[in-house]
């Protein structure tokens, strides 16, 4: 597949700078670029590649940047590459086609052009809409209804009553609405709390692989629309999960948390039980938050404190030994006054 | 579905405060109550709800908590509102019985009323105990023993020779049986050590989703009765764990571990290979446990200490910075001597 | 089954000591030995069980450790077990077929002696290698290449365009290509960037469960040969992983990081994206690797740091009390001067 520069600049927009008959073949990152490509300048630590890059044309955001090379100046160089990988790499075309060997229940509702691949089960009273994918061996349990423009990657599981929105993605052996972790504990036996609520998946969302997402006790654990949430990540009951949150993989978060909208939480971070997060907080890695956080900030640490005082907490220990250096001194001199 | 206030108490026990009369329509949570429903009064600190709730009704352990209010008195009022969620979200009817485009081998034994859904395996010499459910997808290797009433979920997957109780639920894409991580380091190769034991699993024991339980290498991994198991759990080769544990979301387990009973694990804690944990032990979320620990006492921190020593230390860092100020009005004060 | 002493010399190399025709009935571990086993000295703190053992023979080094009793001496007594091991449990002969019940694409190619179980999908232009062995719900995507003699166990999930060397084996369910976690952030949307590359799995390499393998956004994440993989790993997209690697249970390694060969991760260590491993480098659990890292070194803590200089720091902690004190004692004489 190959597009001119001038053909690349309609599909994604920008200025071109140079030769807008350039072919280009594909796609390529600045510190590993080939003849033929085009790469982009995501933030200015990129910088010192564009005098070696072999790539033929460059997204920039400054025309400065380009030192004479070809390129195309846009607003957010990153954006604009994503969409030039998908020019070159466009979506395969499939015939939306329910094939043989799936088990749909003759209750369920399958919309127009909707994919159902060999082994997967759908359940009576199901919903899925219209142009969604349903990979092999995918289970869509009983009263499951699932929006239109799904994609649903083989072996992911939905339990019964889950509700999801439009243009979600769900990657493969993910686990939507298992039971929460409830137990009344006792002396001798631990007895199960019934999880009777389901969860509600708002509009494009991603989840990636191998993530668990338990249903609610009672009401519904919410993740918000645009919410992305990598491989890996625990999700417990009752949990709600505003817009737009970015959690990476290996992250948990404890029964009954609330999260705003626009959050990050590095990997492997872990929210206790019962807390509420505000907008916009942005977590580091392996944080441990153990109380509920002012939104618009960034924390670090178990427990998780403001990054600042993270920081001066951490400097705080390396000035140890220089303060014992000084005590013996002082003790020292002290002893020959 | 609607149940007096008489009836609930006649099904969970308690004292009716009020009257037993009143129409119940559901359950719900104190802090977000519903008129009509019932809800409960877990510990002190859901008090300060109880004027406000609209709930319809209360269970508490003190009647002077009704504050005129409608209610039961019982003792464990979590342990009643468990049992009464159950009373308005009863179990799904099911026809029990092997569905089409299951693959069963002719040489397993499938008990009494006992459901396979679409998609699933049973291997030769597998046994099936009576009115156990095995979910879409699910894969139970040759010579596996399934105990009765038994819920596994959809995608499952049980290796050879693993050995199941009763009234065991295990959920969506949870390995029970797996090879533990076992090689012979060498400088050009890890030879692998083959993993010839099984997992033996008690009575009454949950598993969440995604979790991972490796067979021995000789013997068998064990998790004791009544022991409840999170999401995305690791549980390593030969693993010993005692009755009655509660091992949250994310909690990682090295191989050759021995738990007692009654222990409690936060989420993401961990433990390193060839350790011993007495009964009754707790361990707070993201623990790192290096070294056999004594029962009865709980932990937290990496390396994980005795909790009371945990906070000792992390009190120390703070205190430095006090102690450095101190330090150099020493020093001042002795230049100025 | 039963070897006798000289058998088994036979089969695994060494030099016998004491009796030959000694009749062997399997393998036991040092401290839960039992008659007619025989069972090894994988280092001297296991010295102390040989005087109790009742195993009937033992692998040891060096023929002092035996004090009389029967057993082989070898070069290393671990390696000997896991042949032994395997003597005692060979992997069990199968017809090697394609069973009733898969979804084969006409347009795959499958090897010779290739065994599908039942539920198993293969799409088409997927390559499966001669010996190999794919289990029931397996899915192998369009274009996917897999060597000979390797092993998918059941609910595995191998996105389209994967390419995995010769006897690798995967536990059950791995995720291998799921798209990795790149997002174009923005004030209002997060812009999917596509994932266009693959994963490349060298030979002798070994997946455990429920781990996920992200393919690169661009390029392939590579795993190189011999490395090992345990339970519920996260690796994210453009990772590049050399040969003979040991990563062990809830590892996460961020996008973009490189690491050399025969680097050593403990459980639940994190890397962030982009950074650079040197060869031979080890990790202990829970370290949070934050920057490059040179090679052969032992690290430990978060940020992780080289182990000598973590327990110093550690240690520091420690002396505040005391310093504390002393530091008392210096304001309280000052006083009294």
């Not at 708002?202 to 993530?211: A, H, L, P, W």
């Amino acid at each position: 597949m190959e597009f001119t520069l001038r053909e690349i600049a309609a599909r994604v927009g920008g200025d071109i700078s140079g030769n807008p008959d350039l072919v280009i073949t594909g796609v390529s990152e600045i510190q590993n670029s080939a003849p033929g490509t085009i790469t982009f300048m995501g933030n200015m630590q990129y910088k010192k590649y564009i005098s070696d890059t072999t790539a033929s044309a460059i997204f920039v955001s400054n025309p400065d940047h380009l030192s004479g090379k070809n390129g195309i100046i846009v607003e957010n160089p990153q954006l604009a590459i994503a969409k030039t990988l998908r020019l070159f790499h466009p979506e395969p075309e499939v015939n939306k086609t329910v094939r043989k060997g799936t088990n749909i229940h003759p209750d369920s509702k399958i919309g127009e052009n909707v994919m159902i691949e060999p082994g997967a089960t759908i359940e009576n009273d199901a919903i899925i809409g219209r142009e969604s994918w349903i990979g092999s061996n995918v289970y869509i349990g009983p009263d499951v209804i699932i929006g239109e423009h799904c994609r649903l990657y083989p072996n992911v599981t939905v339990y019964r009553e889950i509700e999801i929105g439009n243009r979600v993605i769900i990657h493969s052996g993910t686990v939507i609405g298992c039971d929460g972790f409830g137990f009344v504990p006792g002396e001798n036996i631990h007895e199960k709390i019934p999880q009777t609520g389901n969860v509600v998946i708002g509009d494009d969302v991603e989840i990636g692989s191998n993530t668990a997402i338990d249903r609610a006790t009672i009401g519904s654990t919410k993740i918000g629309d645009m919410t992305k949430i990598d491989n890996l990540v625990h999700i417990g009951h009752n949990v709600n999960i505003g817009k737009g949150c970015l959690i990476t993989a290996q992250v948990g978060i404890a029964g009954s948390v609330t999260i705003g909208s626009y959050c990050t939480f590095g990997g492997q971070a872990g929210v206790v039980p019962h807390v509420t997060i505000g907008d916009k907080s942005t977590f580091a890695a392996k944080s441990g938050i153990t109380k509920s956080m002012a939104g618009g900030k960034t924390y670090a640490g178990y427990p998780a404190r403001e990054i600042r005082d993270h920081h001066k907490r951490e400097a705080l220990i390396a000035e140890i030994s220089r303060m014992r250096q000084k005590l013996d001194q002082l003790l020292n001199a002290r002893k020959e006054d």
